[in-house]
């Protein structure tokens, strides 16, 4: 499987968090070709705001490898991490990042800023990212706009 | 309670996760007046590079008030935070910060880098550094040094 083929399972678990309202973003992990670890965004479902789809994902990565030193992983991710995902991708020395859409507001490789032009101390890791970008973005548009008319009901 | 009190609240977490093996930081989280969580560092035991103290004490804030918004908290930590910590403590809407001695490799307050000196378009927050530094420096110090000694005797 190629990048994009990796990418269109993260998707599938984008769509899972749609299908509960939460905002459309999921992740994979991948090791020799296979995925080890999967995960979607459950922040209202759970009510932890550290519940991201990637910290999800790297736990459940760990788990399954009985280490959280997740060496020679690769994390597919349909949006740009934010700064804490992007900080436990660093945590769990994540080989390769690739990302699918840009998060313009908190997106910490270029949106609201590039934490990694820094180098780590400890961790630095390979990047790819804007794979399968349109079919992201569009996931997240329907999201908020079904959200905007849901309110839109509800003051009617 | 002052600010220093809570973190001899924070510094016996950290004592727990010392008890433990693991690198000895810890959190409380206070709102009111009141600690309504408290966490300590437990990736080697739980096999997850996301366990960090303050991570596991948001998490049992949010779980304390059904709520992933921890409006008007302070969370007081050990330890300089790190990215991780700091884009969770962002996500998290916590008020205030209060952290106890510098992460030099990669605290993300002044010592790797300075992820404050960003304007977040979501949240900011008011941070108080250096509160107990040197009881935190000092337990940080014996820790690694006890792990030095513990590798040493196992060589010889």
């Given at each position: 499987?190629?990048d994009e083929?990796?990418?269109r399972?993260?998707l599938?678990?984008?769509k899972?968090a749609?299908?509960?309202?939460e905002v459309?973003?999921?992740?994979?992990?991948v090791l020799?070709?296979k995925?080890?670890a999967?995960g979607?965004?459950q922040?209202e479902?759970?009510?932890?705001a550290t519940?991201h789809?990637?910290?999800?994902?790297?736990?459940?990565?760990?788990g399954a490898?009985?280490n959280?030193?997740l060496a020679?992983t690769t994390?597919?991710c349909?949006?740009e991490?934010c700064?804490m995902?992007?900080?436990?991708?660093?945590n769990?020395?994540?080989?390769?990042?690739v990302?699918?859409?840009?998060d313009l507001?908190v997106g910490?490789n270029g949106?609201?800023i590039?934490?990694?032009?820094n180098v780590?101390?400890i961790?630095n890791l390979?990047?790819?990212?804007?794979?399968?970008?349109?079919?992201?973005?569009?996931?997240?548009?329907?999201?908020?706009?079904?959200?905007r008319?849901?309110?839109?009901?509800?003051?009617t």
């Amino acid at each position: 499987m190629n990048d994009e083929a990796f990418m269109r399972e993260a998707l599938k678990e984008a769509k899972k968090a749609f299908a509960k309202d939460e905002v459309p973003i999921g992740a994979v992990l991948v090791l020799d070709g296979k995925i080890i670890a999967r995960g979607h965004n459950q922040v209202e479902l759970l009510q932890d705001a550290t519940a991201h789809a990637e910290m999800l994902c790297l736990t459940a990565g760990a788990g399954a490898l009985s280490n959280w030193r997740l060496a020679d992983t690769t994390l597919y991710c349909t949006l740009e991490p934010c700064c804490m995902c992007a900080g436990a991708i660093l945590n769990s020395r994540v080989k390769r990042l690739v990302w699918g859409a840009p998060d313009l507001r908190v997106g910490v490789n270029g949106s609201w800023i590039d934490l990694f032009k820094n180098v780590h101390p400890i961790h630095n890791l390979e990047i790819t990212p804007r794979i399968l970008e349109a079919e992201s973005a569009e996931l997240m548009r329907t999201f908020f706009q079904k959200q905007r008319e849901k309110k839109e009901c509800l003051n009617t």
